[in-house]
């Protein structure tokens, strides 16, 4: 061996030696550092830890150190402005933005994403030179050769130095690359149906430009023409109507054997039954006709009532009386309405037309669909009844004809009310000659009523507001108040009372609907009804829930006569043959006669006409010709009442006349009328 190469060997290894010591040198003393850095922070573990307060600390209390101090954290931009104004062309004016964004973006940077098989994404692959080179996953995959593979030719000293050194690197194997985006999943490989379209073309329709000028006149010539032809088809309507039920009636009456015994033999019936029930209550007729209570003589002013007749019907049983009035011409005839004033307990109602002569069963009967609040009787037409039903509708009924059905009837669409309708009033013929009435309900209109060919035609002649109070301004919308009973002047045909539920009483007129001639504080719960008196022009009076009877001048404010009976007052009712003399009826059961011109502060008869104690008595009415009285109860009965010679003075002596009738009612109201209530 040359001795240059053995030399380099020995220092070769003697330079590897050098290496190993000072290797080992090194670890060991870095293993006694380590050791003293361990036993360092145990040490440290052991001291105590002292807290160093800094120079600049503020000294607070415990109090200040137990405060408890918030602090919200919000989204909200500190940059974002809040005094940004828009102009609203709506307003006209520039408006504040009320919403500001608070969003701040910090970085944003758009991208895009190419599909590695499409051809920009093999041109930038290629451009990278990633597009034929190993993928990440086989480079790591890679095996780098050790010092064995390696083969180092040296020729001397600048071969060591210069000559490169080669490497030889084993390609792996090439494999297909998946794509990991193109892919389904076998559940959703489905077929969906093809999408169908149908369409069709049509024509448009035709169309023709049309103009002309309206004017006025054109204008009224065709509102006129419009206005014959409805005329004209509603005659023909009616036309229709007659005819048909002209047919009907000739198809349903064809004369047979048996109707035309019946015929025959109707009237004879009639009086045959008449006969009877006058044999059967001979009695009571005789009474009716001649009794005279000779105890008057000695009772000083006080009278008596006597029992005559009852009217039942079968039928009437599960109603309450609701109205009583007698016929203007036949004296001995009276109609009877039944209803219901309980809001649980309506159903049908039932009108009886009623007769003295024969009283075991009514002359007359009408079924309804609603019960009857009101009934009244035309003062020339005595076949014609006016009838105002609880569902707000009113109906006129002619006795002469043959069917239970109203010749006459209201609906939704002819302006029918739209609470219980509580009395109904015959006015005189307006200037068209066309029959009228009033009807009053607790939606607060007082409604006119016109008969026009078939059908009703409503005009609303007062709405009833509430009155506002003294501290409210007037000015404030008011609400309807509810009306409960009204009243005609017997002379001034356009004057009129109301009462209200709330206790007043409006003087009224039928030339002013938007406001009342005065008002009356009169009652302290609702007015059951209010009558002007037969004679004297100035006095009407009215009855109250509130037990009392008030007797009033409409020209003075508070009332002239006041009287508490002690129990609610369903009506009351002025006499036809005595300016001084009114009845009244409560709801224990009692009448009440009073005589003013004989007895100012009591009644002179006061007399219990029911059978059962909780009975009550809702309605009165006098008789023009002969001195009886008709009242009705909450239980669907009627009984007629004679009156005592004390109570009818004026008729028995036949001394009364209007003149008398007046001196007699002023004398008295100039006893009691003070200056100071005007």
Same mark, same amino acid.
């Given at each position: 061996?040359?001795?240059?190469?053995?030399?380099?060997?020995?220092?070769?290894?003697?330079?590897?030696?050098?290496?190993?010591?000072?290797?080992?040198?090194?670890?060991?003393?870095?293993?006694?550092?380590?050791?003293?850095?361990?036993?360092?922070?145990?040490?440290?573990?052991?001291?105590?830890?002292?807290?160093?307060?800094?120079?600049?600390?503020?000294?607070?209390?415990?109090?200040?150190?137990?405060?408890?101090?918030?602090?919200?954290? *919000?989204?909200?931009?500190?940059?974002?402005?809040?005094?940004?104004?828009?102009?609203?062309?709506?307003?006209?004016?520039?408006?504040?933005?009320?919403?500001?964004?608070?969003?701040?973006?910090?970085?944003?940077?758009?991208?895009?994403?190419?599909?590695?098989?499409?051809?920009?994404?093999?041109?930038?692959?290629?451009?990278?030179?990633?597009?034929?080179?190993?993928?990440?996953?086989?480079?790591?995959?890679?095996?780098?050769?050790?010092?064995?593979?390696?083969?180092?030719?040296?020729?001397?000293?600048?071969?060591?130095?210069?000559?490169?050194?080669?490497?030889?690197?084993?390609?792996?194997?090439?494999?297909?690359?998946?794509?990991?985006?193109?892919?389904?999943?076998?559940?959703?490989?489905?077929?969906?149906?093809?999408?169908?379209?149908?369409?069709?073309?049509?024509?448009?329709?035709?169309?023709?430009?049309?103009?002309?000028?309206?004017?006025?006149?054109?204008?009224?010539?065709?509102?006129?023409?419009?206005?014959?032809?409805?005329?004209?088809?509603?005659?023909?309507?009616?036309?229709?109507?007659?005819?048909?039920?002209?047919?009907?009636?000739?198809?349903?009456?064809?004369?047979?054997?048996?109707?035309?015994?019946? *015929?025959?033999?109707?009237?004879?019936?009639?009086?045959?039954?008449?006969?009877?029930?006058?044999?059967?209550?001979?009695?009571?007729?005789?009474?009716?006709?001649?009794?005279?209570?000779?105890?008057?003589?000695?009772?000083?002013?006080?009278?008596?009532?006597?029992?005559?007749?009852?009217?039942?019907?079968?039928?009437?049983?599960?109603?309450?009386?609701?109205?009583?009035?007698?016929?203007?011409?036949?004296?001995?005839?009276?109609?009877?309405?039944?209803?219901?004033?309980?809001?649980?307990?309506?159903?049908?109602?039932?009108?009886?037309?009623?007769?003295?002569?024969?009283?075991?069963?009514?002359?007359?009967?009408?079924?309804?669909?609603?019960?009857?609040?009101?009934?009244?009787?035309?003062?020339?037409?005595?076949?014609?009844?006016?009838?105002?039903?609880?569902?707000?509708?009113?109906?006129?009924?002619?006795?002469?004809?043959?069917?239970?059905?109203?010749?006459?009837?209201?609906?939704?669409?002819?302006?029918?009310?739209?609470?219980?309708?509580?009395?109904?009033?015959?006015?005189?013929?307006?200037?068209?000659?066309?029959?009228?009435?009033?009807?009053?309900?607790?939606?607060?209109?007082?409604?006119?009523?016109?008969?026009?060919?078939?059908?009703?035609?409503?005009?609303?002649?007062?709405?009833?507001?509430?009155?506002?109070?003294?501290?409210?301004?007037?000015?404030?919308?008011?609400?309807?108040?509810?009306?409960?009973?009204?009243?005609?002047?017997?002379?001034?045909?356009?004057?009129?009372?109301?009462?209200?539920?709330?206790?007043?009483?409006?003087?009224?007129?039928?030339?002013?609907?938007?406001?009342?001639?005065?008002?009356?504080?009169?009652?302290?719960?609702?007015?059951?009804?209010?009558?002007?008196?037969?004679?004297?022009?100035?006095?009407?009076?009215?009855?109250?829930?509130?037990?009392?009877?008030?007797?009033?001048?409409?020209?003075?404010?508070?009332?002239?006569?006041?009287?508490?009976?002690?129990?609610?007052?369903?009506?009351?009712?002025?006499?036809?043959?005595?300016? *001084?003399?009114?009845?009244?009826?409560?709801?224990?059961?009692?009448?009440?006669?009073?005589?003013?011109?004989?007895?100012?502060?009591?009644?002179?008869?006061?007399?219990?006409?029911?059978?059962?104690?909780?009975?009550?008595?809702?309605?009165?009415?006098?008789?023009?010709?002969?001195?009886?009285?008709?009242?009705?109860?909450?239980?669907?009965?009627?009984?007629?009442?004679?009156?005592?010679?004390?109570?009818?003075?004026?008729?028995?002596?036949?001394?009364?006349?209007?003149?008398?009738?007046?001196?007699?009612?002023?004398?008295?109201?100039?006893?009691?009328?003070?200056?100071?209530?005007?």
């Amino acid at each position: 061996m040359p001795p240059k190469k053995l030399a380099a060997k020995t220092a070769g290894l003697t330079s590897s030696s050098t290496k190993i010591q000072s290797q080992s040198k090194v670890s060991r003393r870095g293993k006694d550092d380590d050791d003293s850095r361990m036993g360092d922070e145990d040490d440290e573990w052991m001291q105590p830890k002292i807290l160093m307060k800094p120079d600049d600390q503020l000294d607070l209390t415990a109090e200040e150190l137990k405060e408890e101090f918030t602090r919200i954290l *919000t989204a909200n931009n500190p940059h974002a402005p809040n005094n940004i104004v828009r102009y609203s062309f709506k307003e006209c004016a520039y408006k504040m933005k009320m919403g500001v964004d608070q969003l701040a973006i910090h970085f944003s940077m758009d991208g895009n994403m190419l599909h590695k098989e499409s051809d920009e994404g093999k041109r930038q692959l290629t451009r990278l030179g990633l597009g034929d080179g190993p993928s990440e996953q086989n480079l790591s995959e890679m095996e780098i050769p050790g010092e064995e593979d390696l083969e180092v030719e040296q020729d001397g000293d600048e071969a060591e130095k210069d000559a490169p050194k080669e490497v030889t690197v084993s390609k792996p194997p090439e494999t297909a690359l998946r794509n990991q985006f193109n892919y389904s999943e076998r559940a959703s490989q489905t077929f969906n149906n093809p999408y169908r379209e149908r369409g069709t073309s049509t024509e448009p329709p035709p169309r023709t430009n049309f103009s002309a000028t309206a004017n006025q006149w054109e204008i009224y010539d065709a509102y006129v023409e419009d206005l014959e032809a409805q005329e004209k088809a509603k005659e023909k309507k009616s036309r229709d109507k007659d005819d048909k039920d002209k047919k009907s009636k000739v198809i349903v009456l064809e004369p047979t054997a048996a109707d035309e015994m019946f *015929t025959r033999i109707r009237k004879p019936a009639k009086i045959v039954e008449r006969m009877v029930n006058q044999n059967t209550h001979d009695e009571i007729a005789q009474d009716f006709k001649y009794w005279e209570d000779a105890s008057d003589e000695f009772k000083g002013n006080e009278g008596t009532l006597l029992p005559l007749w009852p009217f039942k019907s079968d039928k009437a049983k599960k109603f309450s009386v609701t109205a009583v009035v007698f016929n203007p011409i036949y004296n001995d005839m009276f109609a009877v309405a039944h209803g219901s004033y309980d809001f649980l307990k309506q159903g049908t109602g039932l009108i009886c037309i009623y007769s003295l002569k024969n009283p075991s069963f009514p002359e007359f009967t009408y079924t309804t669909d609603s019960g009857v609040m009101s009934i009244d009787f035309h003062p020339e037409h005595p076949y014609l009844i006016a009838v105002g039903f609880y569902d707000g509708a009113v109906a006129v009924y002619n006795l002469r004809e043959k069917t239970n059905t109203p010749a006459y009837l209201s609906s939704a669409k002819s302006g029918k009310h739209t609470d219980p309708v509580w009395q109904v009033y015959w006015q005189e013929n307006d200037l068209d000659n066309q029959l009228n009435f009033f009807s009053i309900s607790s939606d607060g209109r007082v409604t006119c009523w016109s008969l026009i060919k078939n059908e009703l035609h409503a005009t609303d002649i007062i709405l009833i507001r509430m009155q506002p109070d003294n501290d409210v301004d007037s000015g404030v919308g008011m609400d309807l108040a509810c009306g409960t009973c009204f009243d005609f002047h017997k002379s001034t045909d356009y004057l009129f009372l109301v009462g209200t539920e709330e206790g007043k009483i409006h003087k009224c007129s039928k030339h002013y609907s938007s406001q009342f001639l005065d008002t009356y504080d009169a009652h302290h719960m609702a007015v059951y009804a209010v009558r002007w008196n037969n004679f004297h022009p100035r006095v009407f009076a009215s009855c109250s829930a509130d037990w009392t009877v008030k007797i009033w001048d409409h020209n003075y404010s508070e009332p002239m006569f006041t009287f508490d009976l002690g129990s609610s007052v369903g009506d009351i009712v002025w006499s036809p043959y005595s300016a *001084t003399v009114f009845g009244a009826v409560t709801d224990d059961g009692m009448v009440h006669i009073f005589d003013l011109s004989q007895e100012k502060y009591e009644p002179l008869c006061q007399q219990s006409v029911v059978q059962k104690k909780k009975t009550k008595v809702n309605h009165l009415a006098f008789n023009k010709h002969y001195p009886i009285i008709a009242v009705g109860d909450d239980r669907g009965n009627a009984m007629t009442l004679k009156l005592s010679p004390n109570l009818r003075k004026a008729l028995r002596e036949k001394t009364y006349s209007k003149e008398n009738e007046i001196a007699k009612m002023e004398k008295l109201l100039e006893l009691v009328r003070e200056p100071s209530n005007k």
